[in-house]
Each structure stands twice: as C-alpha cells, then as structure tokens.
C-alpha cells in the first residue's frame, strides 16, 4: 500500500481525528476546567496589564482580581439559589395561573371555532418544564464549578505566566527571534474576541436583569445569569434564554408583560449583537450560523455543557488558527459567514 496516495493521506488524516476526539472525549472531566480556567485567565487579563501600567505589582493586582471573582461568585451563586428556592416553593401557584391563562385563551379561540384543549397547552408550556432549561443549564455549570478551587488555582498560574507566553509559544514553534508576525496575530486575536465576548455578554444579562426587574418579573436575577452565559451562543442562545423569562411574564402579568419582556431581549439582543460587539470586534471574526449551529452540536456532545457555553469561542480560536496559515485558509474561508471577511481572507 502507497502511503502517500492522497487517498490514504486522507484515510490516516481522518482516523487520527477520530482518535484524537475519542481521547478528548475520554479526558473531558480534566479538559474541561482546564479550559474554563483558561477563558476566565484571557477574559480577566486586560485589568491585570491594565494596572501594571499604574506600577502596581502583579502579584497584588492578580489577588485582587481573584478575591473580586470569588466574591462575585458566591453572590451570584447565592442569588440563583434563593431563586431556584423561591420559584420551586410558587410552582403550584404558577400552574393554577397559568391554566387560567389558557382558559381565557382557549375561550376566545373557541368563540373563532378554534378548538383547543386546555391541560394539552399546560403540558407544552409548562413553567416548570421552562425552569427545567434553566437550571439543567446552570447545574451543568455547577457540576464543574464544583471544582472552583482547582480552576481557580489554575487561572492564578495562567495570570502569573501570561507576561512571558508569547515568547514561549515563538520558542515552541521554532521561531526564537519572533519574526512570525502570525503568531502574534493568532494570540491578539483569540484575546481580543473572549474579552470582548465576556463584556458584550456582561452588558446584555445587566440589561435585560434591569429591564426585567424594572417589570417586575419574579427572579430576574436568574434570568440575567441565564442571559449572560447563553450569549456565548449566538442567534440560539438569545432564543433559549427568552423563552423561560418571557414564560414567567407571561404567567405572572399575561400577554402584555410577557410581550414587553420579549421586546426588551430582542431590543438588547439586536443592539449587542448588530451594533457594539461588530464595532468592537472588527472584521474577520465572523461565522455563519450553520457553523454557529453545527459547533454547538459538536462541541456541545464533546465537552458537554461547558462545550456549548463554549462553543463559539472554541470554534473562534480554530477559525483564527487556520487564518494563520497559507495551507489551511480554505478552511477557514469555509467558516466565515462575512462575504467580505472571505476576500479579506483570501487576500492576507
């Protein structure tokens, strides 16, 4: 056998992919703090060299960022918990709501000779099963944050060692006098989307949080952390974060709360989505939403629910990689959704 037929190139590039994702797959329940802890590191990277640039130590800045996202967390946590509490004690009091909803609704179809059956409706839109979304959602998370002491030791290292990684990773690929501008633009590139990602998703689950509460809407807390986690997703995620909120709304105040709850994430979710972040994040960052949908598939089934949170970026981070290199663009033309993002491309 020619082994270097092109078609059993292939049939070995492929086999070594399949290996090679068995072994991720495997190593999972290590992999995935790991790259928790390294989104987190890059996310939170620009206050550390923000106040060296203020000669404050870097040991001292990176204790404070650390003790800020403990303390953030653990209020954050607090508040989701109390929520989870306060919406399983109303439950009842949910569904007795809801089916007068479906009443009034089901009597006004049947007046246009629609006819609905009522406890048909309260099975398909049951808060309860809404709810269930949301917190299988945060609990995946939970499950890893569970090992909140080794993530966290874990960015502390990445932090300390941040200063001198571009030139390890120049050394590692045997480039010791730094002359391959594309690493360096590979590296820039990969923290500029996550920082810009983590404060556009920031903005978007403080302002539906405060719009939210503004209406009045029983656990807006839990809605907003919904809503800022799901915006790693896009186009599916916004859709999935809605859905439980504006439910709420619904069952609570009726269609009018609940259609104004609608607005408030379209309104914030179009703004973030089609004005800020493309200003901030400039071109050649783009994917089409067949491989936004397929990569949250994809990564989603490998890595589990922190593979969905983090499937965009992860899939972001291969994109710029194939950038890099003259023998791999065409596959990251492939990737892009931008029709000038792919000229760009093609003519780097």
């Known amino acids: 056998m020619d082994i270097q037929s092109p078609v059993v190139k292939t049939f070995i590039i492929m086999a070594s992919v399949v290996i090679v994702l068995a072994g991720v797959k495997a190593a999972s329940i290590i992999l995935v703090p790991f790259l928790l802890s390294i989104f987190i590191a890059i996310a939170v990277s620009p206050l550390i060299n923000w106040s060296s640039k203020y000669k404050v130590p870097r040991w001292l800045s990176v204790t404070l960022v650390i003790l800020i996202m403990v303390v953030i967390g653990f209020m954050l946590g607090g508040l989701v918990t109390q929520s989870l509490a306060e919406f399983r004690e109303n439950l009842p009091n949910y569904k007795t709501q809801l089916s007068g909803e479906f009443e009034w ?12 059956d009522t406890e048909l409706l309260t099975s398909y839109l049951d808060p309860g099963t809404a709810m269930q979304v949301a917190t299988n959602f945060i609990t995946g998370m939970g499950s890893v944050l569970s090992n909140v002491f080794l993530i966290l030791l874990t960015v502390i290292f990445m932090l300390f060692e941040a200063e ?15 002359n391959l501008t594309h690493i360096d633009r590979f590296l820039q590139s990969v923290n500029q989307y996550l920082v810009i990602k983590m404060i556009v998703s920031l903005a978007t689950g403080v302002c539906i949080g405060l719009w939210l509460w503004f209406l009045g809407i029983d656990h807006f807390m839990l809605w907003a952390v919904l809503a800022f986690m799901l915006n790693f997703i896009p186009n599916i995620g916004s859709i999935i974060a809605a859905v439980p909120a504006v439910l709420m709304a619904f069952v609570e105040f009726g269609f009018v ?4 709850a ?3 994430f379209i309104v914030v979710n179009m703004v973030m989505g089609n004005v800020i972040e493309p200003r901030f994040m400039g071109r050649g960052l783009g994917l089409s939403t067949l491989v936004v949908f397929l990569s949250l598939i994809f990564w989603g089934w490998l890595l589990g629910t922190v593979g969905m949170l983090l499937s965009v970026p992860l899939t972001m981070v291969v994109k ?3 950038e890099s290199q003259e023998s791999t663009k065409w596959l990251a033309i492939l990737l892009s959704g931008d029709e000038n993002d792919l000229i760009i491309i093609k003519d780097e």
Request: hydrophobic share 55%; charged share 15%; net charge positive.
């Open 320 to 322: 710029i990689a194939l």
């Open 105 to 116: 609704i089901v009597g006004k179809l049947a007046l246009l000779n629609i006819h609905l």
């Open 164 to 178: 001198t990684m571009p030139r390890r990773v120049h050394i590692a690929m045997a480039d010791p006098d730094m």
């Open 257 to 260: 709360q609940a259609g104004l």
């Open 262 to 264: 609608g607005l408030g």
